[in-house]
């Protein structure tokens, strides 16, 4: 079920959230457990059954932890949890992988074929495994406490926003606010707010710009020439920002309609003038995840120079291969840790005395290439994009059939995407609303719309952005009665 699809929107959200005020405090973690668990199986009910056996083993291994006897009996309990987590991943994400690469090897080498693994990828469960193995960190770690009773625990991991893309949820941010939380009217406002500007993105920016950007890479490599390849690549640079910033803000803003505060996974990181600048604003719970769980238990910046930059690779290494199975995503993890190695040299130095323009020309560049081996089917094909990026193509420069996928919606769509990319939108209004509305200056963008305070103070300024909020909704609306495109980028992993 796809949060931009009529059936949620409709359906299933009205009745979630209805019955959620209805019942009793006592009552709504177990409802919202079962919506969570409907949720999931609606578009994966044959998995459901692994994602229960993953809620039940892990919360018997997070007591385990809790109840040992001995610090060493508690590293014995986690270093089998966290094995089994990562097994049931790599089954089922990487088994095809691995056992199709290893007959191509033995086929080289010795003429002859093994059997290979086919299996079928689960929704989200790159995200509840990290969830899980976050769980039974933290627990060994005692920065959070384990949870007594296994529907708390189910409703952690198959919490519905979060559930299938993120943001990925560290256990100790959220352990409070699974047994109290506060659902209040200027909370739940705030939710509405950021969902319809995040539906926003996703429909108004990511589904236009992602049409475009498939149309392109649906072109073979030869043919395609320069100014088509960095059109093609800047549609894509500007849709997956638009596509899982957008899933991010609604994921947020749906978790604040339950009383839950999720953490923020985006902070405008295309104008980053470095590599290392951009994994500090983009997939924020990803990156810090990482860092978290691996990078810092490895030694962090803690050991030498050698080993420090090896960790920091192997790390990215590990990211690219979590996005998916494929040597695409492979290569896009190695050539962000090789940059990243790269910036803690004498060349990050040089970088930082560089003027920021250019270190954003240089960042801006380093993404969109990299870009290209997430978005393309294969790395033979990324390869011969990237070719035709920088001219090494027989294709004309002059391409009069790039009027045909550079319409006038398209272009408006780029422009806005390109702005909204930046904290220019947000500083205007800011700046708007300090000369018009004095009063709400010191409150966060967006802001509470429904917040009693704020109508008493000024309601045409409640007005205006109850508005705004409902014209983004109803031109969503009718863009998803019209069109079909709906798919979020980051379902697929």
Not at 17 to 38: C, F
Not at 153 to 174: E, K, N, T
Not at 206 to 213: F, K
Not at 423 to 439: H, K, T, V
């Amino acid at each position: 079920m796809v949060f931009s699809s009529a059936i949620f929107l409709y359906v299933f959200l009205p009745i979630t959230l209805g019955l959620y005020w209805a019942l009793t405090y006592r009552l709504r973690n177990i409802w919202l457990l079962i919506a969570s668990l409907t949720f999931y199986a609606w578009g994966e009910p044959k998995y459901l059954l692994l994602m229960a056996a993953s809620i039940i083993f892990n919360w018997i291994i997070g007591l385990l932890i809790a109840r040992a006897s001995s610090r060493k009996l508690q590293f014995v309990i986690l270093t089998f949890g966290v094995t089994i987590n990562l097994l049931a991943l790599i089954y089922y994400k990487y088994a095809f992988f691995l056992t199709s690469n290893l007959d191509s090897l033995i086929n080289f080498l010795l003429g002859k074929h093994t059997s290979i693994v086919e299996t079928v990828l689960p929704i989200g469960i790159s995200f509840f495994t990290f969830h899980s193995i976050s769980y039974i960190v933290d627990i060994y770690r005692k920065e959070a406490d384990a949870l007594r009773n296994p529907l708390d625990m189910g409703l952690y991991i198959s919490l519905f926003p979060q559930l299938v893309a993120g943001p990925i949820i560290r256990y100790h941010d959220i352990a409070e606010q699974i047994l109290h939380r506060r659902n209040t009217l200027e909370r739940f406002s705030s939710g509405v707010e950021r969902f319809a500007f995040g539906l926003g993105k996703k429909v108004l920016i990511a589904n236009v710009l992602g049409q475009a950007a498939d149309s392109i890479f649906a072109l073979p490599p030869e043919g395609i020439s320069t100014p088509m390849a960095w059109f093609g690549i800047v549609c894509y640079t500007l849709q997956i920002y638009f596509d899982f910033s957008g899933y991010s803000d609604m994921a947020i803003g749906l978790a604040r309609m339950f009383g839950f505060e999720l953490t923020e996974n985006f902070n405008y990181p295309y104008i980053s003038t470095s590599v290392r600048e951009f994994w500090r604003r983009w997939h924020i719970s990803l990156s810090t995840w990482f860092r978290d769980y691996l990078y810092i238990p490895l030694g962090g910046n803690r050991t030498s120079p050698l080993r420090m930059r090896i960790n920091l690779f192997t790390v990215f290494l590990l990211c690219g291969l979590w996005h998916g199975a494929s040597w695409n995503f492979v290569f896009w993890g190695a050539f962000h840790g090789s940059l990243l190695v790269l910036e803690r040299t004498r060349i990050g130095k040089w970088l930082d005395a560089m003027p920021k323009f250019v270190g954003w020309i240089y960042t801006i560049m380093m993404v969109m290439i990299g870009w290209v081996f997430f978005r393309a089917d294969s790395f033979s094909y990324a390869c011969s994009y990237v070719a035709a990026m920088f001219g090494f193509t027989k294709a004309s420069w002059f391409t009069p059939q790039i009027g045909f996928y550079l319409n006038a919606q398209v272009f408006a769509t780029i422009a806005l995407g390109a702005i909204l990319s930046t904290p220019l939108a947000i500083s205007l209004a800011r700046d708007w609303r300090e000369r018009r509305f004095p009063s709400h200056s010191n409150e966060p963008l967006p802001a509470n719309i429904l917040a009693l305070s704020a109508f008493a103070q000024n309601p045409n300024y409640v007005y205006i952005r109850l508005i705004a909020v409902l014209a983004i909704l109803t031109i969503c609306a009718a863009e998803m009665a019209a069109g079909t495109y709906n798919p979020f980028i980051y379902f697929r992993f």
